[in-house]
């Protein structure tokens, strides 16, 4: 089913203005990209219509594209600036690491799954181009660009791999995540390198989908 481009823009404005702006994110280069980046395009055809729901959309294979609120507000936790050094893990579709390069960051997008790495390849190319995609095992990080000054770990974990963690700049890195906790609630948190190790704090709660493969793989630090 089509939908006209001019819903999809109004959508995108009604987005903003009920589910972002209402709830503490107040950069203007998130807002400002969210009103422009037509979020629908990183969804299959058949759940475009979905793309503005104030809800997690499912892209299968037990992903899904974070509800607006949510992802705006990890990629506000960043505090990624210009020029920063960005990696993206369990992309999926490529709508964060879009918004992050929207913030001037030049981001790395990690994904495992070849049918969401389809989707990211063909709409980064034309609505992010100075992302770079990258395929491969997301619980061990991508640590040929590494270190980075910002890791987003793109849904929700039990705990933050240690090789993730020592891939971030240890004076100015930091890391984002949603940390599952008891039922599906779990929270946004924020992870700063120090000589010690990271340095965690709860940041608000969120019901956000686990990531698959971070459940039960070995070996994660908190």
């Known amino acids: 089913m089509d939908h006209p481009v001019q819903d ?10 009920s589910q972002v702006r209402p709830n503490k994110v107040t950069d203007p280069r998130i807002i400002a990209a969210m009103r422009r980046i037509p979020r629908e395009r ?26 607006p609120m949510v992802i705006a507000r990890l990629v506000q936790l960043t505090a990624a600036t210009a020029g920063e050094r960005a ?15 929207a913030c001037g960051a030049r981001v790395t997008a990690l994904e495992d799954d070849a049918s969401l790495l ?12 100075s992302v770079s995609l990258v395929g ?23 705990e933050i791999p240690r090789t993730i963690g020592e891939q971030l700049h240890q004076q100015s ?4 995540t949603v940390c599952a906790g008891s039922a599906r609630l779990g929270q946004a948190v924020l992870a700063e390198a120090t000589p010690a190790g990271l340095r965690t704090q709860p940041m608000f709660d969120c019901a956000t989908p686990p990531i698959p493969c971070f459940t039960q793989s070995p070996g994660f630090v908190f």
């Open 118 to 129: 389809a989707i990211a390849h063909r709409v980064l190319a034309e609505l992010a181009p």
């Open 136 to 158: 491969g095992a997301m619980t061990t990080g991508w640590s040929p660009a590494a270190p980075y000054d910002v890791i987003l770990i793109e849904g929700a974990v039990q």
């Open 42 to 67: 990183f969804l299959p055809p058949q759940r475009a219509a979905m793309a503005y729901l104030d809800e997690d959309v499912p892209l299968g294979g037990g992903r899904y594209l974070i509800e």
């Open 87 to 101: 990696l993206v893990v369990a992309a999926g579709t490529g709508y964060g690491a879009a918004l992050l390069a």
């Open 173 to 176: 890195g930091r890391l984002v």
């Open 8 to 17: 999809f823009a109004e959508a995108r404005n009604r987005m903003v203005d």
